[in-house]
């Protein structure tokens, strides 16, 4: 099997799982993946991560335009934005509409330049510090200006009122620190107001020392 035939098969696989754990819904959320020869592959827009075609994924040019396969997700500016100011540590990148990821991100006393608080060891090792976007309509180009924004200093964000978007090194990973950012949104939110014992300073200094992002 060819790079590309496999890489569409690990997309369409992964968006699955988490289609039927519910960390997406509807035809929300999007996915691409960088090949060898600096193409990309993207999921297409309106479908449904639970019942992706790997054939009709669409593949794009370095430049991010449209080569063949189904029309793109519109948050290819989101996607781009990431590949351009992270160009040597990402290869994949993962946008979903998880239900606890966007709660975090409507509620009062969170903190906009550190979402989620060091409950675990985890969160710190595959995220780093998650930064808390504006809200922007679904599509709009300027979500794509404001990672840039960042000149690539987070892996990951949180858009407001919309959903979390991860930038990784290869697909499996990016995925992996995906369900690691809404997990700990969930326990955020189930100990939020219960004094939970989180990470000291220095352990969590400790982890983002040896787990630069």
């Given amino acids: 099997m060819s790079e590309e035939a496999r890489l569409r098969e690990d997309i369409c696989r992964f968006a699955k799982s988490m289609f039927d754990r519910g960390l997406t819904c ?15 592959l993207v999921t297409p827009t309106n479908a449904s991560f639970g019942f992706l075609d790997p ?3 669409s593949r794009l040019d370095e430049e991010f335009r449209h080569l063949s396969g189904d029309k793109p997700t519109k948050e290819i500016p989101l996607h781009s934005a990431f590949y351009e100011t992270r160009r040597a540590t990402t290869g994949a ?20 330049d550190d979402v989620l608080p060091p409950l675990t060891a985890y969160s710190v090792m595959k995220l780093g510090r998650v930064k808390l976007l504006p809200y922007f309509m679904p599509g709009d180009p300027a979500m794509g200006e404001a990672v840039r924004g960042l000149a690539g200093k ?15 090194t290869e697909l499996a990973a990016t995925v992996f620190a995906m369900e690691e950012l809404e997990e700990t949104a969930r326990l955020a939110i ?7 014992r989180g990470l000291t300073a220095e352990q969590r200094a400790f982890l983002e020392e040896k787990h630069a992002h």
């Fill in 26 to 40: 509807g035809s929300s959320g999007n996915i691409s993946a960088r090949l060898g020869d600096g193409t990309i």
């Fill in 154 to 168: 987070r892996s990951a964000v949180l858009l407001a009122n919309h959903g979390p978007v991860v930038a990784g």
């Fill in 93 to 112: 990148v993962v946008h979903l509409h998880s239900t606890h990821s966007v709660a975090l991100s409507i509620l009062p006393g969170t903190d906009p």
């Fill in 55 to 57: 054939a009709r994924i």
């Fill in 190 to 196: 189930l100990t939020r107001g219960l004094d939970p």
